[in-house]
């Protein structure tokens, strides 16, 4: 039973490009959630998805930054016209329904390097 | 909302020692709590977790936690550590019955096990 898995594990992009950072979940997982790691940082809380439907967005930031969970495929996090401050370790986390409460199983991270 | 306070950044011991890494937390409603371990470059391995029931819960690798309703605090504890324990540890909380199942982390403990 692979984990939560996360590609690319490491990804650099000139300021002004796109990242597009993936997450497939452990199966049986139907909910995702999207965190993001600042240097010397801990994890702060991005986005809570379920399949098709975004559930909890307050942790995003207001532009640049997207979130999807379609009903095929892995979940996706967007991010336009990227910015120096935008490179971290984003973390992707999925449960199975109704089980996030008792906590996550965590992939092992996209670290976005902005140049 | 909660809050997370993890005392100290960094701990540095000797090997077989023992160390207590602690946490304090802050909530107007009741919290699951968890600690987490992040090895350099990967994700984070759930080490244990507090949903209810006896106060001291036991986790992997031979650490163990103490929640304290009246202190709010959620101490990690290891009686003789290992070089191996070597790596960044997060106190977590989550907040019961909310629909986002998010968790809020603190800034993170940097365990290092000196020979």
């Known amino acids: 039973n692979a984990g939560v898995m996360q590609n690319p594990r490491h990804l650099v992009r000139r300021r002004g490009q796109e990242a597009r950072l993936r997450c497939s979940p452990m199966?049986?997982?139907?909910?995702v959630y999207w965190y993001r790691q600042l240097p010397e940082e801990g994890l702060k809380f991005m986005v809570y998805?379920?399949?098709?439907?975004?559930?909890?967005e307050s942790g995003m930031p207001k532009e640049r930054f997207s979130a999807e969970f379609p009903k095929e495929g892995p979940s996706i996090l967007r991010i336009q016209q990227v910015v120096r401050g935008d490179s971290a370790a984003y973390f992707c986390?999925?449960?199975?329904?109704?089980?996030?409460?008792?906590?996550?199983?965590f992939g092992s991270g996209t670290r976005l390097t902005v140049v | 909302a909660q809050s997370v306070t993890q005392l100290d950044s960094q701990v540095p011991v000797f090997e077989e020692a023992p160390v207590e890494l602690r946490c304090n937390y802050s909530s107007s409603v009741s919290v699951y709590l968890f600690w987490y371990v992040q090895y350099p470059n990967q994700g984070l391995q759930l080490l244990l977790k507090?949903?209810?029931?006896?106060?001291l819960v036991k986790g992997i690798n031979g650490f163990e936690a103490e929640f304290n309703k009246s202190q709010t605090s959620f101490h990690l504890r290891k009686p003789s550590v290992h070089i191996s324990d070597t790596a960044e540890y997060f106190c977590?909380?989550?907040?019961?019955?909310?629909?986002?199942?998010?968790?809020?982390f603190g800034e993170g403990t940097q365990l290092t096990v000196n020979p």
């Open positions: 986390a999925s449960s199975p329904p109704g089980q996030g409460d008792y906590g996550y199983t």
């Open positions: 199966k049986g997982h139907s909910h």
């Open positions: 998805l379920q399949k098709e439907n975004i559930i909890d």
């Open positions: 507090y949903l209810s029931g006896s106060t």
């Open positions: 977590a909380v989550s907040v019961l019955g909310t629909s986002g199942s998010r968790l809020t």
